[in-house]
């Protein structure tokens, strides 16, 4: 190609890569049961990662989030799927977002919580994240009421989508699952009703 990115004549430009490329075989770092974290490599290069940070007040889950991708990377989308798995109830967890998801200087991204009649737990999703596309994102916090007594296991469906700005333009869907155990929700928790 010369410096006006035209091809010489009789030769082909390269082909544009089509799709996103899906990274669901993330590396798990777990620093304590309530403190998960999923590494994203593709090549022997990280490309994001998701991490949970649980803490329990009265029977309450308080999940603090972080999702950190590569420079030259934006989000596209954040999607989470929350849920405890118990027996006995038909009943979901009860999530609610705990804070403002709202970067330095742009309005709010769009957020929707919805419970799927056919997939267990509360989904999340976030997009038009504008200003946070490009960042850290460490401003997305949930609380989580247990659906039962004994329900001490929560889980974490994430899918967060990439785009980069690399002359490529490559795309990358990361997914990954995290298990968290509170052992202190056994018998504790404030579902009361």
């Not at 420079?71 to 405890?84: D, L, P, Q, Y």
Request: glycine letters at 8%; a negative charge; proline letters at 8%.
């Amino acid at each position: 190609m010369n410096h006006l990115g035209v091809a010489p004549r009789g030769t082909r430009p390269a082909p544009p890569i089509e799709g996103a490329q899906t990274l669901s075989d993330p590396t798990l770092h777990a620093e304590s049961s309530g403190r998960r974290s999923l590494s994203f490599t593709t090549a022997g290069e990280e490309i994001g990662s998701v991490g949970v940070d649980g803490t329990v007040t009265s029977g309450i889950v308080d999940l603090q989030t972080e999702i950190w991708h590569r420079e030259g990377t934006t989000a596209k989308s954040i999607k989470f799927r929350i849920w405890m798995p118990t027996s006995g109830t038909d009943s979901p967890a009860e999530v609610a977002v705990r804070s403002p998801v709202e970067g330095d200087s742009s309005s709010p991204p769009s957020v929707s919580l919805s419970t799927p009649r056919r997939d267990p737990g509360t989904t999340i999703e976030i997009d038009d994240l504008d200003d946070l596309a490009d960042e850290t994102i460490s401003t997305l916090a949930f609380f989580v009421r247990p659906p039962s007594k004994t329900a001490t296991t929560l889980l974490i469906d994430a899918a967060v989508d990439l785009t980069s700005s690399d002359l490529l333009g490559s795309e990358y869907s990361l997914e990954g699952r995290l298990r968290l155990e509170f052992p202190s929700l056994d018998g504790t928790s404030s579902l009361r009703r």
